[in-house]
């Protein structure tokens, strides 16, 4: 679909197996910026090239003008297909520093980040070509710019992106929404990129990578909703934090999530880790920036 002069959103289903009785159902977005040149904001799952080559080819253009491709992070759901569609369309490769290394080796990702049916959601590794940092300006062309604001939290290197002349924010997986599983790396860096995001005047509509569209201030609601949310489950976490040595960490990980109204069977490793980084802060000495 269409969201604005630009922009066009895709969104891919896909299902991740958290064991092998339990398999959710996921989606992710995927954006295309138009212009002269096709550009493209994350890759979705391995196998959605096809259904993005299609969409561009129903909306008149050919899958061989891709440019460049932009990936928000290097978590498998937003590379899935980044191998294929480089290797068919030959456009050109971004990211942030602290994401290629698990971008340009897809095995060192999975020993690092183990996710249930990795490999049937990432369809290889490959080369970045170019690195970015915050505030980078990339021209796309004359008249269209994207600004980079580095948002870690979710992942070290998670990067949102400002099309400038159509003042929409691609936020990948910066902004939780209320009640979905938590997955982040670091809750601390996740609260302040929130923070950073909110702080961005005149987003007239922020494109996430597991919501749908928000114009305006529906924009803004949506990052303080969840920067709400991530302060809630700080507080259930750090409310619970004796129960840690007391449980083994499965268990106290589903007891967390049952206490935010998320069913136990949510309950992986990715989820664990997210609950853990809580914990930093009361292993933090007094007088330190999480202290206060």
């Not at 928000?72 to 971004?94: E, N, Q, V, W, Y």
């Not at 290629?100 to 020993?111: A, K, R, V």
């Not at 597991?210 to 409310?239: F, M, S």
Request: charged share 20%; with cysteine; hydrophobic share 40%.
């Amino acid at each position: 679909m269409q969201i604005t002069e630009h922009i066009h959103a895709l969104k891919i289903p896909f299902q991740v197996h958290v064991n092998a009785a339990t398999a959710l159902d996921r989606f992710v977005y995927v954006y295309l910026i138009y212009g002269r040149k096709i550009y493209l904001i994350d890759t979705g799952v391995a196998g959605t090239e096809q259904t993005i080559f299609e969409y561009i080819k129903q909306t008149g253009r050919d899958p061989a003008e891709i440019s460049l491709m932009i990936l928000t992070h290097s978590h498998p759901d937003h590379i899935g297909a980044a191998r294929a569609i480089k290797d068919l369309a030959g456009c050109s490769t971004a990211a942030h520093a602290s994401e290629i290394p698990w971008i340009e080796d897809i095995e060192l990702q999975y020993i690092e980040r183990t996710v249930p049916g990795f490999h049937s959601l990432v369809g290889g590794s490959l080369e970045v070509d170019q690195v970015l940092k915050d505030g980078d300006i990339i021209t796309l062309e004359d008249d269209l710019e994207l600004q980079v604001y580095h948002t870690p939290g979710h992942s070290s290197g998670s990067i949102s992106l400002m099309l400038l002349p159509d003042k929409a924010l691609f936020s990948g997986d910066v902004v939780p929404l209320p009640g979905d599983i938590p997955i982040y790396d670091d809750i601390f860096t996740s609260l302040d990129s929130l923070k950073k995001l909110e702080a961005i005047e005149e987003i007239r509509v922020m494109l996430s990578a597991w919501d749908e569209p928000r114009k305006n201030q529906d924009a803004y609601n949506t990052i303080d909703a969840g920067l709400k949310y991530l302060q809630n489950i700080h507080e259930v976490v750090i409310n619970n934090a004796a129960a840690y040595s007391a449980l083994s960490e499965p268990r106290w990980c589903r007891s967390i999530l049952e206490k935010l109204g998320i069913p136990g069977a949510a309950a992986n490793p990715l989820v664990g880790r997210s609950f853990k980084s809580h914990l930093n802060l009361l292993s933090d000495p007094p007088g330190s920036s999480r202290s206060n």
